[in-house]
């Protein structure tokens, strides 16, 4: 029961001929009926206006010989379209010359029936034709169901790799008092500057292509060096001192080294690293540890770890600088309340050319309305302890 189910689904075949002799026509539809569902049409414009009727042809027996539109011409408009431009088409003709053959070859059509008609050799052909046709599009739609099925695992491994990245971020974070929304407030004031400057001239290639979107994937990891700092000195209710503030500094070298030792050993595992999948990955880690390394450096050169200055300092490193100390400015720390929005901008501004890279102050300020909006729709819930 099963099988006749199926069977009965199964839609019969539509093969449409295209003749204007009625002759010819009622030979082919005799023929090909007991096998086949057969429309017929008289002109070159009937036929493509079936061709593209719903449920389309399988395949088109046509006849090149006729007024007004010829079978070449039938084709060719055949082929332009999307609709129709895979029906497989059989050409008839009388006409026996290698050069007519070529040409109808040359324009798309799969065969040649020669007129007058020799039914084995018909029924053969079609059948040939239409095997091929259900093979072409049991493969496409194989391919099309490989296609999304390699787009959704691509979608799932960068979901996978986004929340393993942020799972790690957000536990160097939940060692420290300060934390909140800090991490995705901060992302998000990467991407505005990063978006801004896309097409600057001295950031255009630091932020072409792909470049763009690890940097911003990477920014969660800025302060991962915080899990190597003690608790006494991470969990202080309080200011550090000097000697305090200076172990506190060795995050970004911890991260660093980190993010580096990591890019070691999984080079010494992966052994090639030249293909297109393995270099991006290490691209990704490389800016990670720029960022890790350089969100403290300042443009005067008077940061830290490394004191660099101006252009040494690698433009996510210079990104996430400002990103971090807004963010630090507009959040509540054990040792201040939260500024107002309006202070922190003035002293961003009063940064231009010291601490923070001057066309980057400028995109800020292009963009405050956005960190604005950022900081208040992610701002940290206050809880008042009893």
Known sequence: MITS?????????????????????????????????????????????????????????????????????VLHRLRESSDTK??????????????????????????????????????????????LKQARDRLSEQNNWLEREVARRMRENVLIQDLSLKALAILAETRDQETGYHITRTQMYVRILAEKLADHPRFREALAATAFEMIV?????????????PDAILLKPGRLDAEEFSIMKTHAEIGAQAIAKAISEATAMTGDV???????????????????????????GSGYPRGLAGDAIPVAGRLMALADVFDALTCRRVYKPPLPVEEADRIIVAGRGTHFDPDIVDAYIACRERFAETAARFADIETEVL
């Open 5 to 73: 189910s199926l069977a009965s689904a199964t839609p019969v075949p539509i093969i449409l001929i295209v003749d204007d002799t009625p002759q010819n026509l009622t030979i082919l539809g005799e023929l090909l009926k007991p096998q086949y569902q057969v429309r017929v049409a008289t002109s070159g414009e009937i036929a493509l206006r079936v061709a593209q009727s719903t449920p389309r042809p399988d395949l088109i027996l046509l006849d090149i010989m006729m007024p007004d539109m010829d079978g070449h011409e």
């Open 86 to 131: 895979n029906i497989p088409v059989i050409f008839i003709t009388a006409m026996s010359s290698s050069e007519d053959e070529e040409l109808g070859l040359d324009l798309g059509a799969v065969d040649y029936i020669t007129k007058p008609f020799h039914p084995p050799v018909v029924l053969a052909r079609v059948h040939t034709q239409r095997e």
């Open 217 to 229: 994937k990477a920014a969660p990891l800025h302060d991962v060096g915080k899990i190597g700092i």
């Open 274 to 300: 030249t293909t297109e999948e393995s270099a991006g990955a290490f691209r990704f880690m490389q800016i990670a540890k720029d960022i890790a390394l350089t969100h403290h450096e300042k443009w005067d």
